[in-house]
């Protein structure tokens, strides 16, 4: 399988987008402690606002994400978690390769969150 991957976005004024990608103008946030089990965080890209998807699974065991079923929905989940407004699904380990062993497989969240 292949990880799921994500990129982050922080609303300015409803219409446009800023994100910490090169290609983007850059944005700051706060750093937020949340609990290990419900731990979510981004590694490789820039390792904050985009990155493959790591989450600790209902085992307690910290893995990646496979992108079966992975689409923008389940993205912006990921990305409010992180606090940011939205995001963008990426597919295929777009940020480097990752573990075979997964955390979590065919994500399905409405989106709503």
Known sequence: GLLASA???RETNGT???TTTD???TTTM???TTAYSTHVELRGGDGRSN???FVVNSNGYLGPVCDDNWYDRHA???CRQLGFS???AYYASHWGDVPDDFAMDSVNC???E
Do not use: H, I, L, S
């Open 7 to 9: 990129v982050c976005q």
């Open 16 to 18: 446009e987008w800023t």
């Open 23 to 25: 290609t983007w103008e």
């Open 30 to 32: 706060d750093t937020t």
């Open 51 to 53: 990155g493959n998807v």
């Open 76 to 78: 912006r989940v990921v």
């Open 86 to 88: 939205g995001g963008k």
């Open 110 to 112: 409405n989106g709503n």
